[in-house]
Nanobody
C-alpha cells in the first residue's frame, strides 16, 4: 500500500531553518505531484506548496513564498521542504501528500485533490 512518511520536524527559534523530508513507497513516485500542507491547532489544513513530477514546476502559498523551497529526488522517492526564516506563525503539523496526475497537469492547492497523505510531523517555531 502507499505510504508517505514525513520526518525532520522539531523545535526551532524564529529566524531559523528546518528541512522536512517525505519518503514515499508503494507508488510510482514520478507519476505523482507532491504537495505540502500544514495544520495549526484550531485551524483548517492549508496549502504550503507543491511540485510537479520532475521538479520543473513549483507553486507556493503567498505566506511562504520566498522562504520555503520544495524539491524532490525521484531516485530516492523523496520530496523535501526547506523552510528558512521561520516565524512563530509557521508552527503547525506539516503533512506531505501525493496526487496522481499526468505530466502536463498543474499541481493542486486543494487538500481534496490529493490521493494519499502522510501522518504529519510537528514544527514548532518559538519567538
Amino acid at each position: 500500500q502507499v505510504q508517505l512518511v514525513e520526518s525532520g520536524g522539531g523545535l526551532v527559534q524564529a529566524g531559523g531553518s528546518l528541512r522536512l523530508s517525505c519518503a514515499a513507497s508503494g507508488l510510482t513516485f514520478s507519476s505523482y505531484v507532491m504537495g505540502w500542507f500544514r495544520q495549526a491547532p484550531g485551524k483548517e489544513r492549508e496549502f504550503v506548496g507543491a511540485i510537479n513530477w520532475n521538479g520543473g514546476r513549483t507553486r507556493y502559498a503567498d505566506s511562504v513564498q520566498g522562504r520555503f523551497t520544495i524539491s524532490r529526488d525521484n531516485a530516492k522517492n523523496t520530496v523535501y521542504l526547506q523552510m528558512n526564516s521561520l516565524k512563530p506563525e509557521d508552527t503547525a503539523v506539516y503533512y506531505c501528500a501525493a496526487d496522481h496526475k499526468p505530466p502536463y497537469a498543474s499541481a493542486s492547492s486543494l487538500a481534496g485533490g490529493y490521493d494519499h497523505w502522510g501522518q504529519g510531523t510537528q514544527v514548532t517555531v518559538s519567538s
